[in-house]
């Protein structure tokens, strides 16, 4: 097990210019025993500077992530937050600190009811549960006056822990703005395209042995390109234009039906890949085809051999959110170790 020490930060500060700061989150927020009071004590370093914070995180502590949204807040300045992979839980929490909140196409957000462990007598459990009641209203009351949403469309989201794309945020207000992914351009071999994908892109060839009747030259292998449209802009309309090709090849892909099952696996497989801090997985297996209760086996798998590389104390952590296990980490709940 990991333990991480002061010298190992969940968040990072870079001071870019005089008057900017750049801000990192990639890693659960207020775990391992570095708390908000440290992150607040360096925003303090940097007062009166324009913040770009940018977030890829699975979550953490509600109670750190309110700390650090109200003092972004409350600093006086002007706060960009981007989501560079995923904002989930109580990162989405801090993602909402900002006047500007951006979000490539490719990234999500995920919003739910706080959650915790139980440890005591029934009249103690029912407590618990009337605390977790306030924590939900005091999340929804946060992202109502932030998105402009109505306060039972809000709930309704936590209640059904809810992934949004950058499409979607924008759509409900949890995002000012949506910027393209990056495109990357490529080459393929043709011979590997189904029929009707590969006759898209196959220029169509007069008849080199003459012309017809009509004294016009005979074409021929006129490709229909409805399917293969209706497709891409099926893919694109998702957030996942990098993939068209990947979709539009897999071998089960002939309807846009077949298209639309595909690009809901596809979106769960990015989004897995992106919340477990391996997006260089995610072109392979979609490329693969790899079904999503793998793609969580392997991500799991890949978790556990770089805690073990920096395996450095068999001692567990000290402290627990509200009775949880103190040794479990936000990674192992959404990745759950595969049987």
């Excluded at 109502?144 to 469309?153: K, L, N, P, Q, T």
């Excluded at 890949?273 to 995610?282: D, I, M, N, Q």
Aim: overall charge negative.
């Amino acid at each position: 097990m990991l333990i991480r020490g002061n010298d190992m930060k969940w968040f990072t500060f870079s001071a870019k210019a005089e008057d900017s700061v750049e801000i990192s989150i990639f890693d659960e927020i207020g775990m391992w025993g570095v708390s908000a009071k440290e992150f607040i004590a360096e925003l303090k370093q940097h007062a009166g500077k324009a913040i770009a914070l940018s977030i890829n995180s699975p979550g953490g502590s509600v109670f750190d992530a309110l700390a650090i949204y109200n003092a972004l807040r409350n600093s006086g300045s002007e706060v960009t937050t981007k989501v560079m992979g995923v904002a989930a839980s109580a990162a989405s929490l801090i993602f909402m600190a900002g006047d500007k909140r951006i979000m490539p196409e490719n990234t999500f957000l995920m919003v739910h009811n706080p959650m915790t462990g139980a440890y005591g007598n029934a009249d103690e459990i029912r407590d618990l549960a009337d605390v977790l009641d306030k924590i939900a209203a005091s999340l929804i009351g946060t992202y109502v006056s932030r998105s402009g949403m109505d306060e039972a469309a809000v709930k309704d989201l936590l209640d059904a822990e809810t992934w949004l794309n950058a499409a979607d945020a924008v759509e409900n207000g949890f995002a000012t703005e949506m910027q393209p992914e990056m495109k990357i351009a490529a080459s393929f071999d043709l011979d590997r395209l189904p029929e009707n994908v590969r006759m898209a892109y196959t220029p169509e060839q007069p008849d080199p042995q003459g012309e017809s009747e009509g004294g016009e030259p005979e074409v021929t292998n006129v490709p229909d390109t409805a399917l293969v449209d209706e497709i891409a802009e099926c893919v694109a309309s998702a957030g996942l234009s990098a993939y068209v090709l990947d979709i539009a090849l897999r071998p089960d892909v002939t309807s846009l039906a077949d298209a639309q099952a595909a690009v809901k696996g596809v979106r769960e497989v990015v989004a897995l890949c992106a919340l477990a801090g391996k997006p260089e997985l995610t072109a392979a297996m979609v490329k693969a085809g790899t079904p999503v209760d793998k793609v969580r086996a392997e991500l799991q798998a890949a978790l556990a051999a770089d805690d073990a590389a920096t395996h450095t104390s068999n001692v567990q952590k000290s402290g627990s959110r509200s009775g949880a296990d103190s040794g479990a980490s936000v990674w192992n709940k959404i990745f759950p170790p595969a049987v």
